[in-house]
Nanobody, 115 residues
């Protein structure tokens, strides 16, 4: 069974930083991609960043250069370091991975950026 648990969200002022963590319980974690998504208030959930097993990464244009995704396979954890935050980054952030049984999501962590 695949489980994901996010943490690290909170309230931050514009220009500040936060680091989100996602602990993934799955066998063979190092062999799979993990992604971060976010759902702003009243909007759809969109992809923020992803990291593959070979450590290659992709970012949404709106966060490229400000956010950094990384992974620690020894701890089954994926991180999202968010710098230069602005109010448009306010959202519930979810991590995601895919298995043969489908998409798996965590419960989400709220990030609120105030100006």
């Amino acid at each position: 069974q695949v489980q994901l648990v996010e943490s690290g969200g909170g309230l931050v002022q514009a220009g500040g930083s936060l680091r989100l963590s996602c602990v993934v319980s799955r066998r063979g974690f190092s062999n799979y991609s993990v992604a971060w998504y976010r759902r702003p208030p009243g909007k759809e959930r969109d992809l923020v960043a992803s990291i593959r097993a070979d450590y290659t990464t992709e970012y949404a244009p709106s966060v490229k250069g400000r956010f950094t995704i990384s992974r620690d396979n020894a701890k089954n954890t994926v991180f999202l370091l968010m710098d230069s935050l602005n109010p448009d980054d306010t959202a519930v952030y979810y991590c995601n991975t895919v298995s043969r049984s489908g998409f798996h999501w965590g419960q989400g962590t709220q990030v609120t950026v105030v100006s």
